[in-house]
């Protein structure tokens, strides 16, 4: 069964405190892996999509890199407006319509 | 630019009411699909779409109906009701299906007692 999971759950740091997100994820084969940020009482928005291990894109203070298990946001110096809840969200081969698999979500709060 | 945008943001229904969530886009993608979003789980895929006048099941479909008429709009039906659907439903579209980045709506809070 595909599956994603992201750890930690809440994260909590100090303005300029870099640390990174983690996205495990099983599937028989991936066609690409999505990093979504959403805000409280907000839809989701798009961050970044990686389809293979070793990719890595970067944006503004966020960089997601890929292996064949899992992926890491890393967060460089945050800020108090980059709190929110970062979802990871695969696109299986595996599945036969139009199917992502969202992880639960790590919920950031930067603080001053 | 409105991007995606649903009507209502929150309703409040009882048990064997219907109602008719309405998502529309503006960016004329062809891909559109209704997710809702519990607690301590992921999003999760009730219905989408590949273009005008189709529609397909997703991961829970079931209490469900769509339809797409117009391209840019794509309807979520709840026929009766059921606590169990209380959630909240976010409608996103994309361009070239889910291996491409989808833009989401706001949201609509239902809950149904």
């Known amino acids: 069964e595909d599956q994603v999971t992201q750890s930690p759950e809440a994260l909590r740091l100090q303005e300029g405190e870099s640390s990174s997100l983690n996205c495990s994820y099983t599937v028989s084969g991936l066609r690409g892996l999505f990093w979504y940020r959403q805000d409280p009482g907000k839809g989701p928005e798009f961050l970044f999509t990686?389809?293979?291990a070793g990719e890595e894109k970067e944006k503004e203070r966020l960089k997601a890199t890929l292996t064949k298990k899992e992926s890491f946001l890393h967060i460089t110096a945050p800020k108090p407006e980059d709190s929110a809840t970062y979802l990871c969200a695969v696109h299986p081969t595996d599945t036969g319509f139009q199917k992502l698999v969202f992880g639960t979500g790590t919920r950031l709060l930067v603080s001053p | 630019n409105a991007g995606v945008t649903q009507t209502p943001k929150f309703r409040v229904l009882k048990t064997g009411q219907s109602m008719t969530l309405l998502c529309a886009q503006d960016m004329n993608h062809e891909y559109m699909y209704w997710y809702r979003q519990d607690p301590g789980m992921g999003l999760r895929l009730i219905h989408y779409s590949v273009g005008e006048g189709t529609t397909a099941k997703g991961e829970v479909p079931d209490g469900y109906n769509v339809s797409r008429l117009k391209k840019q709009n794509f309807l979520l039906g709840l026929e009766s009701a059921a606590p169990s659907q209380t959630s909240v439903y976010f409608c996103?579209?994309?361009?070239?299906?889910?291996?491409?980045?989808?833009?989401f709506g706001q949201g609509t809070r239902l809950t149904v007692v």
């Open positions: 990686l389809y293979s």
């Open positions: 996103a579209s994309s361009p070239w299906g889910s291996d491409t980045e989808a833009f």
